[in-house]
């Protein structure tokens, strides 16, 4: 890579950095160029040239918040769930997995969801978390063959909200597991008693 290659992916990275850090402290849509400038010590037009909207540069952060975040990634499922025989020990897998995934991330997921319906970016980004979380759902509930109302319902009750009303509880984070896996099991087994799935 020449000098004028690596000052460029510096400066995007400088520029990376200070949006990241202004997301956190303001919000998304709170954040100007100018204050993105500022941070990072350069003009407006040095920002607006490697990032020409809103949307390229909040995908230039996402695939940084993705990295350090590390949400479970449904390719793993064979994995995360070998030598687990049962749907109940690979909700308690996923619980598990899913809340580390929050304690790292629940800042930025806040933060981007506030602002999800004004940045396409966003959207997405938080679109492909769902997507991800409802398909370990559906490979924690194999071999059962979940239906879709099934999943959606675990997906409401699997949600980062449901995660932050336990850790607000006080409860101990492998309490607060065992009582989340113990919330999913019983709902399962009180939709298919219905008859709602």
């Excluded at 160029?33 to 949307?55: C, K, M, Q, S, Y």
């Excluded at 800042?107 to 981007?112: C, D, H, S, Y």
């Excluded at 997507?131 to 959606?152: F, K």
Aim: net charge negative.
């Amino acid at each position: 890579m020449g000098k004028r290659a690596a000052s460029q992916v510096e400066t995007r990275e400088r520029i990376v950095q200070a949006t990241m850090a202004l997301h956190d402290e303001k919000g998304i849509t709170h954040t100007s160029i100018n204050d993105i400038a500022a941070r990072a010590g350069l003009g407006a037009a040095t920002v607006l040239r490697h990032f020409p909207d809103t949307n390229a540069l909040v995908t230039a952060c996402g695939q940084h918040v993705a990295a350090e975040m590390a949400p479970p990634d449904p390719e793993d499922a064979p994995e995360l769930f070998a030598g687990l025989s049962t749907a109940d020990e690979r909700l308690g897998k996923l619980v598990r997995e899913l809340h580390a995934f929050y304690e790292r991330g629940h800042v930025r997921i806040e933060i981007a969801e506030q602002d999800r319906s004004r940045v396409e970016a966003l959207d997405r980004f938080l679109t492909m978390l769902d997507d991800g979380r409802r398909a370990l759902l559906r490979a924690a509930m194999a071999p059962d063959d979940p239906d879709d109302a099934l999943i959606e319902a675990l997906m409401a009750l699997s949600s980062i909200c449901v995660w932050k009303s336990l850790r607000d509880s006080r409860f101990a984070p492998d309490v607060a597991a065992q009582f989340h896996t113990a919330i999913l099991r019983r709902a399962v087994d009180a939709l298919i008693d219905a008859g709602f799935v």
